[in-house]
């Protein structure tokens, strides 16, 4: 129970940054814990309780969005830009966005695309970690993550254009 309620509140956040549903989240967060209780005998530990329960609450989360959405193919998402910014300027301008203009934006643009971005940009996923728990190609992984790139700055860039006509 002192464990349940020290990791409760930051599990529940990471599942619900996911599937954006209180009831989904609630039901992630709960397979999470039941997990780790299930495998203590798994935590090496190496690292903190708290970052492998989080670990195990972002797959659970992944595996209950694969259950209850109907994803779709990359190739059927209508935005397919291709981002002309370089990486890093793309991560200055995730970080330096405040938090709401992020959420809002974020917000706007397919599910896949949302998934794919926090996992890279706010929870320290790289490429090959999220290919395994999407279960993509690499190669999947970084077009995904490309779009969705691009599916963003153009919502920003939407935005922006919209605020300063106004």
Known sequence: MELYQRYYKNTYHAAFSILKNREDAMDAMQEAFITAFQHLDQYTGIGSFGGWLHKIAIRKSIAYYHQNKKLIPDD?????????ESQEEFENLFQELHPTALENALSQIHERYQLVLKLYYLEGYDHEEISEIMN????????????????LKKQLNDKKTTSQSI
Do not use: G
């Open 76 to 84: 059927q998402l209508e935005n397919k830009l291709e981002m002309s």
């Open 136 to 151: 993509w190609s690499s190669s999947n992984c970084r077009t995904t993550l490309s779009r969705a790139r691009a599916q």
